[in-house]
Each structure stands twice: as C-alpha cells, then as structure tokens.
C-alpha cells in the first residue's frame, strides 16, 4: 500500500469512529437532552422558529407586529391612544384575509400564560369586522375556561384573566351579528341563556351583544327574560348610565375630604375643645 493509500485508509477510521462515539452518545443521552440536540440541530438549519415569535417575517407579519407594539405603547391622553390604534387597525384591513389567517395561526400557537398578547390578538380580530373572523371569535367565546392555576388569588386570577381574553371575542361576535352575520346571533343567544355557563361577565357582554344584533328590541327582551333567571333580569337592558349622571356619582363619591373619610368612629366622637394644659 503506497503512502497515499495509506492516508485515505487512516481518514475513513477516524470518520468511521467518530461517527461510532456519535451513535454511542447519543444512546447514553436521555430523552430531553436528546430532545435538546433536536432542536440545537434544527436552529443551525434554520428551521426552528425564533421563541416568542407571533408572526413570520412578512410585510404582513411585520404590520402585525407594529400593531401588536401600537398596544402597549404609552400615550398622553386616551384619545391619543385611539387615534393610533385605529391608524394601524386601518392597515391592517387592507389585507383581511391573510391578517386574520396570521391572527388565528398566532392565537393557536401562543403560550397560554401570555394573557395580554392573547387579548391583543382576539381584540384585533374583532375590531376587523370582517366576517372571514367567524370562526376564530366563535371558538375563542365558546371554549371553557381552564381551572384555576394562580395560588395567589388575591392578587392574580387566571380564570379572571381567562374571562377578560373572552370578552373581546363577544364583542367582535356582536358586531358581526349587528352586520347581519346569523351564526355570530345564535352563538350570542346561546351564551347569554346557557343555564350552565357561569361566568357572569362574558354572559353579560353576551345579552347586550344579542340585543344590539336586531331591531325588535323590545321582543328580544321579553324573549330574554323568558329564559333567565330573576336575578339576571335587571342587565336585560340597553339602558346605559349617561355620562352626567356617572359624574354626578362621582362628585358625591368624592365630595368627602380625604381627612374626613379616614376618621374611624372613635376619633370622629373626640370633643373639639383642646385638652386641658397639664399642670
């Protein structure tokens, strides 16, 4: 064997061994390490998205991202805050179709514990009014909400947050019923008289959606307290506080001086005299 020969032959055992001491370490890993090269394997080709992210790298998928920030940026005033959430939502219904598509995909994807982004994505979909949304809103409103998981319910409550992640998808369902979108009505009617279904808030949102969806108003209400219970009938309304009254409230709420609402009983019962000098 010549000396070029004897090169080649001395090449392919190292290969051939370090592919043997591959194998053997792989055998030895256990299943999440194993798991962990997998993906460690998949990063280097590119293949494993970026973590965390909602959407892909497209026009599209950047003007959701924007619209995602457009949420959490700090205004001076509300109105502030409005103007620039509808200039982006404005944007975004210039493609409805692939931006619901993108929503949709973001929310089945998305780690359950990340609430806010969560009610970012259903609001979204909502505020488009566009029927091609139906079917995202109406499973997000029907779906359960998962047990209790906080141990600290005094200060965070998934099952709250759960709830307050459903109510923009009632709401987008209300409009699209007072569109003339059936399907959304009867999903709201069956929310707002399920006998089972105990979270007070999405059935509420769910009674004042149907009652917008339609004209016969006063027929709906008959037809609505029919159905549920005596307690329940005071929020069969579209009767809504006006604005003077709500500020009426308010000044009587606040009327009282901070010094005088924090007096218990006792020091409120003290003579006004001063105390006699002591001698």
Known sequence: MDRKCRIIFFLLLVVAAVGLTGCEATQDLSEEDRLARKDD????????????ELFPDTPIGQKLRNHMNVLTLPAETLEEADSRYAKSLGELRKDPKEVIKLLAEAYRNIEENRYFERWGLVKTLGD?????AYTTLSSIAKSAIPVEKSEDLHHFSTQEEEQIIRLP???????LASQGHKAAERDLLNLAVEPLYPYFAVKKRAIKGYLKAGRDTKARIRFLKSKLPLDLHEIVTLEVTSPEEFQAKVRELTSVSPDETTKDTAEEQLPKEPAPAVK
């Open 169 to 175: 998808a009632v709401e987008g369902l209300a409009a």
């Open 128 to 132: 488009l009014r566009n029927d091609e």
């Open 41 to 52: 394997k998949g990063a280097d080709t590119g293949k494993k998205p970026e973590e965390g």
